[in-house]
């Protein structure tokens, strides 16, 4: 078996083949990375039935006057009933705070929503609900099977507001004009 080059922290760019319309044009930060598997989130697809408001309710949270608001994304399709929020490394919680890398992290407990509801928390924030899992090998077979392009996370590009331009905005940071792309792919 190869070597697994670790993904975490990378971006994963679907190809416009992509077979799974729930991964079309998706942008993925990969949380997490290893022979075991890979967990991430997808980036620019935001919910158009469920806001942070709605959550704060459901889970019984009183947001103040300062309350956060934020769009909540479809992390991807595994336990879609979960939240997730990606941010900054600006707010540890040090035992539920996973760190992606310096410039990431994760965290999937009520208290960063508490800390939301009260106007507080990290300075860069993005919601999702569910996230992209892959088991031992799986991330490695699409990726020869063209299905992803990987690059360089950056702050920038994952917090941006602008959710529809996110695919094309990581194509570019890779110097691919989207107009250049194939739906098929081929090794050479």
Same mark, same amino acid.
Request: hydrophobic share 40%.
């Given at each position: 078996?190869?070597?697994?080059?670790?993904?975490?922290?990378?971006?994963? @760019?679907?190809?416009?083949?992509?077979?799974?319309?729930? &991964?079309?044009?998706?942008?993925?930060?990969?949380?997490?990375?290893?022979?075991?598997?890979?967990?991430?989130? @997808?980036?620019?697809?935001?919910?158009?039935?469920?806001?942070?408001?709605?959550? &704060?309710?459901?889970?019984? @949270?009183?947001?103040?006057?300062?309350?956060?608001?934020?769009?909540?994304? &479809?992390?991807?399709?595994?336990?879609?009933?979960?939240?997730?929020?990606?941010?900054?490394?600006?707010?540890?919680?040090?035992?539920?705070?996973?760190?992606?890398?310096?410039?990431?992290?994760?965290?999937?407990?009520?208290?960063?929503?508490?800390? &939301?509801?009260?106007?507080?928390?990290?300075?860069?924030?993005?919601m999702a609900l569910g996230?992209?899992?892959?088991?031992?090998?799986?991330?490695?077979?699409?990726?020869?099977?063209?299905?992803?392009?990987?690059?360089?996370?950056?702050?920038?590009?994952?917090?941006?507001?602008?959710?529809a331009g996110k695919w094309?905005?990581?194509?570019?940071?890779?110097? @691919?004009?989207?107009?250049?792309?194939?739906?098929?792919?081929?090794?050479?």
């Open positions: 078996m190869s070597e697994v080059t670790p993904l975490t922290g990378k971006l994963l @760019i679907a190809m416009p083949a992509m077979g799974d319309p729930r &991964f079309e044009r998706s942008v993925v930060l990969v949380c997490a990375h290893s022979e075991e598997g890979a967990m991430g989130l @997808i980036l620019n697809k935001p919910t158009d039935d469920v806001t942070l408001s709605d959550l &704060f309710e459901q889970l019984e @949270i009183e947001a103040g006057p300062g309350a956060r608001h934020m769009k909540v994304h &479809f992390g991807g399709p595994v336990e879609t009933g979960r939240g997730f929020v990606l941010h900054g490394p600006d707010y540890d919680t040090s035992d539920s705070t996973l760190t992606v890398d310096a410039r990431f992290a994760m965290t999937a407990t009520l208290d960063i929503l508490e800390a &939301f509801a009260r106007g507080e928390g990290p300075g860069q924030a993005l996230y992209a899992g892959w088991g031992a090998g799986q991330l490695e077979a699409e990726l020869a099977q063209n299905a992803w392009l990987t690059a360089d996370a950056t702050p920038e590009l994952v917090f941006a507001r602008d959710d094309q905005a990581a194509l570019e940071t890779l110097g @691919i004009d989207t107009l250049m792309l194939s739906g098929s792919g081929g090794r050479a």
